[in-house]
C-alpha cells in the first residue's frame, strides 16, 4: 500500500478528524550570569522546591533548571503553560542571571564551577543527589551541561483502535515501538530541522578527545553539522552500545535495561560505589545507574509515582506515550521550541506511527547508527548521502520524499488545528537552523558565548516584561512544593544505603 492509500484509508476511518494528541515538554536552561559564568547559587527559592514541584525543577546541577508543563490536547496551550513557566523563572532569578538560550553551555572553566543538583535530606532527595554524583564520576561534569527540550506525544486509544481493536497493554505497546523503531529510522530528518548546536566554547571538551577540527576564536565547530550536542562530544554513552536495544519489543527492551542496570559493568565498578570519604556515588556498578540513564532520541515510557521505577511501570502496565529527547533548543524562539515546530514534531510522530514499521535487523541497525553519525555532523549538507536498505541517497532527495508524506498528514490535520498545514509547510521551508546560527557567528567580531550571552539578554527582558496567564497555579503549585518537601523530610526513613538496595531490589527480579 502507498503512503497515500494509508492516509486516504484512515481519513475514510475518521483517524484525522477525531484524533485526540497528547503533547508535554520538558525544556532544560542553564542559570548563566550577565558576565557569561556559571551561576554558582541555589535553585532560587522563588520556585520552590525541585524535589517536588512538578513544573519547576534542577536537572544534573543547580545551575541546570527544567521546566516541565502539564499535557494538553492544544498546541496553544502547551505554548501557553511553557511561555509561563519561562516568565515565572525568568522573574524569580537574581538581576543578574539568564537563562542560557543555547543547548550548548557558556564557558565552563572547569569541573570544580559545576555544582550538582541537591534535593535536601530525604532518603528520595539523596537518591537523586547520588544518581548525579555517579555521572559525574562517569563522565565528568561538563558534559552533562547541556540542554534540550523533551517532547512528550501520545494519541488517544480510540484512535489506536484503528491499528488493532483488541488494544491491551500488549498491542498498545507495540503500536509505539513501531512508532519508535521508524523514529530511529528517520532521527537524521529531525536533526536537519531542530539541530541548532553546530558550534560551542573549547571548554565544552576540555581534556577530552573529539573530531571537531575548525576553529573560531575559543570555539569550535563542524561546518555542517547539525546537533554537536548529540555527538560523541555531548550527551552520549559509548559504553550503552553494548545493550543492544532494537525496540523489537517490549519484553526484550526491558531486559535490555535490566541487564544494564544488574550486571556489573567493570569500567563503572572500578570506579567505586563509594567515594573516598565512604559516601555512596553510585546507584549501580551497571552500565545504567537507573532506567533514565539511557542516553536515546527517544524512549516508551509510562507516568507512575514517583518512587515507582520506569521498569515496574513498563512492566505492569505497558507503554502510555513516548518522550522525544533528541531536539535542541531552538535560537529563534523564548521558550527553546515554537508553536510550528511543535506541529511539525507531531505531524513527523504521526508520520512513525501510522507508516510499515518492520522489526530492525542487525544490518539495519548498524545503518540507522552510521546515518545517525552523518548527521550529527555533515547533516546540514543537503548533498550528503545517507544510507537506507543499503542504497544510498542524498539527504536532499530524502526530505523531499519524507516532506510530501507530512504535508498530506498536516492537511489532513487542519481538521483538528486550522494551523497545521502552514506550520509544517513554514517549518519545512525555513532555513536551516543550524547553518543559520553558525553563519551569524562567524560573519560577527564576537564569539559563540559573547553571541549566545546577548541572545540569552535580550530574551530575558522580554520574559521579565511579560504577563503571565497562569499565575495562581504557579503560585500554589511553588507553595505546595515547599510544604510537601517539609512532609518528607519530616518522616523517618531506613539508612541510606538500606534505601538504595531497596530501591534496586523493586526490579531486580
Not at 225 to 241: D, F, P
Not at 479 to 507: C, M, P, R, T
Request: glycine share 6%; net charge negative; proline share 2%.
Amino acid at each position: 500500500m502507498t503512503f497515500s492509500s494509508k492516509v486516504a484509508e484512515l481519513k475514510d476511518k475518521g483517524f484525522f478528524e477525531n484524533i485526540e494528541i497528547s503533547r508535554g515538554i520538558e525544556k532544560e536552561s542553564l542559570r548563566v550570569k550577565n558576565n557569561a559564568q556559571l551561576s554558582q547559587r541555589n535553585h532560587p527559592k522563588e520556585l520552590g522546591s525541585p524535589l517536588t514541584n512538578k513544573f519547576i525543577t534542577t536537572d544534573f546541577s543547580e545551575a541546570l533548571i527544567e521546566l516541565v508543563t502539564p499535557t494538553f490536547n492544544s498546541v496553544d496551550e502547551v505554548y501557553e503553560f511553557l511561555l509561563d513557566l519561562h516568565i515565572f523563572t525568568a522573574n524569580a532569578m537574581e538581576s543578574d542571571e539568564v537563562l542560557w538560550s543555547n543547548s550548548m553551555p557558556c564557558f565552563i572553566g572547569g569541573e570544580s564551577e559545576i555544582r550538582i543538583a541537591e534535593y535536601g535530606s530525604s532518603n528520595i532527595g539523596k537518591l537523586k543527589n547520588i544518581y548525579r554524583k555517579g555521572l559525574r564520576v562517569r563522565y565528568g561534569s561538563i558534559m552533562q551541561c547541556v540542554a534540550g527540550i523533551h517532547y512528550n506525544f501520545s494519541i488517544d486509544d480510540d484512535s489506536l483502535r484503528l491499528f488493532n481493536k483488541d488494544l491491551n497493554k500488549e498491542t498498545k505497546s507495540d503500536i509505539y515501538l513501531g512508532l519508535i523503531r521508524n523514529f530511529k529510522r528517520n532521527f537524521w530528518f529531525l536533526l536537519y530541522f531542530f539541530g541548532a548546536s553546530p558550534i560551542f566554547d573549547k571548554s565544552f571538551v576540555l581534556g577530552r578527545n573529539h573530531s571537531i577540527k575548525n576553529t573560531n576564536k575559543s570555539d569550535l565547530y563542524d561546518e555542517y553539522a547539525t546537533s554537536l550536542r548529540m555527538s560523541e562530544v555531548g550527551y552520549q554513552s559509548y559504553h550503552q552500545k553494548a545493550l543492544d536495544i532494537k525496540y523489537n519489543s517490549l519484553d526484550s527492551f526491558i531486559e535490555s535495561l535490566k541487564k544494564g542496570i544488574f550486571e556489573e559493568y567493570e569500567v563503572f565498578k572500578s570506579l567505586g560505589l563509594y567515594d573516598e570519604n565512604n559516601e555512596r556515588q553510585q546507584i549501580s556498578s551497571g552500565i545504567l545507574q537507573i532506567e533514565n540513564e539511557l542516553y536515546d532520541s527517544i524512549r516508551p515510557k509510562r507516568k507512575g509515582a514517583s518512587e515507582t521505577r520506569p521498569i515496574e511501570l513498563l512492566s505492569a502496565k505497558g507503554i502510555e506515550y513516548v518522550e522525544v529527547r533528541g531536539i535542541d533548543l531552538s535560537p529563534n524562539t523564548l521558550t527553546g521550541i515554537s508553536k510550528s515546530e511543535m506541529r511539525l514534531l507531531d505531524v513527523f510522530l504521526i508520520h512513525c506511527l501510522i507508516s510499515e514499521s518492520e522489526s530492525v535487523s542487525q544490518s539495519e541497525y548498524d545503518e540507522m547508527n552510521k546515518n545517525y553519525v552523518t548527521a550529527i555532523h555533515s547533516g546540514s549538507d543537503l548533498d550528503q548521502k545517507l544510507s537506507f536498505n543499503g542504497s544510498e541517497l542524498s539527504i536532499r532527495n530524502k526530505i523531499s520524499n519524507i516532506s510530501d508524506e507530512l504535508l498530506l498528514i498536516a492537511k489532513e490535520l487542519n481538521s483538528v488545528d486550522p494551523e497545521f498545514e502552514k506550520s509544517v509547510s513554514d517549518c519545512l521551508n525555513m532555513e536551516n537552523k543550524s547553518r543559520q546560527l553558525l553563519n551569524n557567528i562567524l560573519g560577527s567580531d564576537n564569539s559563540f558565548t559573547e553571541n549566545i550571552l546577548q541572545e540569552s539578554i535580550d530574551k530575558m527582558n522580554s520574559l521579565k516584561g511579560a504577563k503571565l496567564k497562569n499565575e495562581t497555579i504557579l503560585e500554589n503549585e511553588r507553595f505546595n512544593s515547599i510544604e510537601l518537601h517539609k512532609e518528607i523530610e519530616a518522616k523517618k526513613g531506613v539508612e541510606l544505603n538500606k534505601y538504595v538496595e531497596q530501591y534496586n531490589d523493586k526490579v531486580r527480579g
